[in-house]
């Protein structure tokens, strides 16, 4: 048997790692979702090296480490090179976008205000 890839959410907020938990479960991937409440959090777990998901989701305003600061962290570890992460954030400041993906952001997406388009951008990005 298979185990499913793991697709890894660092979002401070329980309410939202719910509704990506649901539209993740109504995605044809085979992906289990790990979460991260913050992004001291997901640094501490992303320094084993034998977690290695096929993909980060990650908010952007987060109390202590913000999602910036953790996307540079999680850039300087060699396992993640190619892990693809994809910050997922109410902010559309067009700066704050430009500013990110130079950072080493795969895309960036904003987050929806309903499960069904959130689950099909999360099957337009996610491909483990």
Do not use: W
């Not at 501490?44 to 998901?53: C, G, V, Y």
């Not at 908010?59 to 994809?86: A, S, W, Y």
């Not at 559309?92 to 929806?112: F, N, R």
């Amino acid at each position: 048997m298979t185990q499913n890839k793991i697709c890894f959410l660092i979002d401070d907020d329980e309410d939202d790692q719910s509704v990506f938990q649901l539209a993740l479960e109504d995605t044809d991937e085979p992906v289990d979702c790990v979460f991260a409440s913050s992004g001291t959090e997901a640094i501490n777990k992303l320094k084993d090296e034998t977690f290695n998901p096929c993909c980060i989701f990650l908010d952007l305003n987060m109390p202590g480490m913000n999602g910036k600061q953790c996307l540079i962290e999680l850039r300087k570890m060699d396992h993640l090179t190619d892990t693809p992460v994809f910050i997922y954030s109410t902010s559309s400041d067009d700066k704050v976008i430009s500013e990110i993906k130079q950072l080493g952001a795969t895309d960036y997406i904003i987050k929806p205000t309903s499960i069904s388009v959130l689950t099909k951008i999360l099957s337009e990005h996610i491909r483990c």
